[in-house]
DNA sequence: CGAACAGTTGAATTCATTCAAATAAAGTGG
DNA sequence: CCACTTTATTTGAATGAATTCAACTGTTCG
């Protein structure tokens, strides 16, 4: 079913440098031992390589450890579409709950790490363990204001827009985990980045070029430097966060 | 903080002609009279009122009973768009959960009636009877997989397969709640649809009448009729679902 | 009845697409 | 390691779908 590679777990949950997305604070050590119990094995996919595809039955959600995932919706005329680019401590495959199937293909960018969490076993221990009970649901209910903001960009906003907010928002995700924010490889290929902001390549391209021109940002092959960060929010139509502390003092 | 009128219960849930989508099948009687203690009062909501504004903090989720209302997310420059149209015994409220405040405004569309589901309580009850838990994953995950097919059709398709796709979705939705499927009242705005598909009201009527004088609906007004299933459900790149028998047999 | 609002239709404009071609990078096999 | 194919990306020019601007019609409501 999945062209995976299986591992068992050489570390455990509990001391997963990225916990702070896998699991919830406030929990106690026995609580700990008991979630880790549940990552019985871990996936090591190739670049290209899919953790799931939409129909596979659920079993499990998945928490990515290291490396980046795309998942893409498909149409019944073959045309298919992006939906979310994915980073270490982010859970996938929650869309297979709702009727026992995954309804996307889920597929690594990258040489990638993700552990398995059995579905049925996580959703037991959720009952008995409430802080994990309610983040899941926090979990669940951000994959939906995502989603909604995504909506937003494609109905409301123009492609220059969408891609600004496209960057930026890669940005701050990689500044929460403690990655470069202002230099980063996109681990996308131009034609992802188009399907995922509903433009077509050449679109993208020419965009990311006059960036360039304008020297919001520095952009080789997929290395993107942001250089002028005030000038992408103002372009995004959103107020520069990292102002926020000099606004306040204003 | 709303601007509603509250009720209190006048019937339960457990008689409600829409139990079969707020509560999940399969659940014993003593349930049933604990999942009605959840549901303390019920709000009263007049065209334009609306049942929470983003920001409010989330202390309950809401089922619809009776009547449509629309959820709309906005921009921090003033732009706004509807994310979704919502029938009864759909759950409002949910993308509160993620931070503790509701990020859209829930809007009545025409007078509703809407139950109040205090949220604490309703986790704690969903730890206690696990089918309640379940139903409840399922509709987030459900609530996640249609916001992407809205993404798709917002990415993917022209401004006449949206319209398509959307009518079509609508019908289903009204035919699964023992509604008129194939005449109906459409209970939102040109503008409203428009925002909702991502597209200029100017453009909405446009391809209405187009539909019309292609002899796929009926439009006056509000009041729609739609007349060639086969040639909306082709022009929505979907095959026909009511056709399903018919081909199988083939 | 008249004002305000909602919806339709036409014409001009624009943003993004499509088509086409060039360039750059990555992979392949000798 | 190099020539060569394949794939990815960029750029230009022509086209087109949808928007914007504008005018008009129909509804609703005080």
């Keep these: ?43 090591h996919l190739q670049k290209g390589q899919s953790l799931y595809r939409h129909g596979d039955p659920l079993q499990s959600v998945y928490s990515i450890r ?9 149409l ?29 293909d889920a597929i690594a960018l990258e040489e990638s790490d993700v552990c398995i969490i059995g ?5 037991d221990l959720a009952r008995q363990i409430p802080v994990l009970q309610q983040q ?9 204001t995502q989603d909604q903001r995504h909506l937003l960009s494609l109905g409301s906003l123009r492609a220059e827009e969408r891609l600004a907010v496209f960057l930026l928002n890669l940005s701050q995700r990689l500044a929460a985990r403690g990655y470069l924010d202002h230099e980063f490889d996109l681990r996308m290929s131009r034609v992802e980045m188009g399907s995922y902001l509903g ?46 502390l000099e606004i306040k003092r204003l």
Tied chains: 1, 2.
Excluded: W
Aim: aromatic content about 6%.
């Design 1 to 43: 079913m999945h062209d995976v590679h299986l591992d068992t777990p050489s570390s455990k949950c509990s001391v997963c440098v990225l916990g702070q997305f896998c699991l919830p604070v406030g929990i106690t050590q026995s609580d700990i031992a008991q979630i880790d119990l549940l990552v019985k094995e871990r996936v």
């Design 66 to 74: 290291y490396g980046t995932l795309k998942t893409e919706h498909c």
């Design 76 to 104: 019944e005329d073959g045309r298919q579409q992006v939906i979310g680019f994915h980073l270490p401590g982010e859970i996938l495959g929650l869309d297979g709950i709702g009727n026992g199937q995954y309804q996307s």
């Design 119 to 123: 579905f049925e076993a996580f959703e």
């Design 136 to 144: 899941f649901h926090r979990i669940l209910s951000r994959e939906l």
């Design 199 to 244: 433009i077509q390549i050449e679109t993208v391209s020419r965009m990311l070029s006059r960036f360039a021109e304008s020297g919001l940002i520095q952009i080789k092959q997929r290395h993107i430097k942001l250089i002028d960060m005030d000038g992408l929010y103002e372009l995004a139509g959103i107020p520069n966060p990292e102002r926020t």
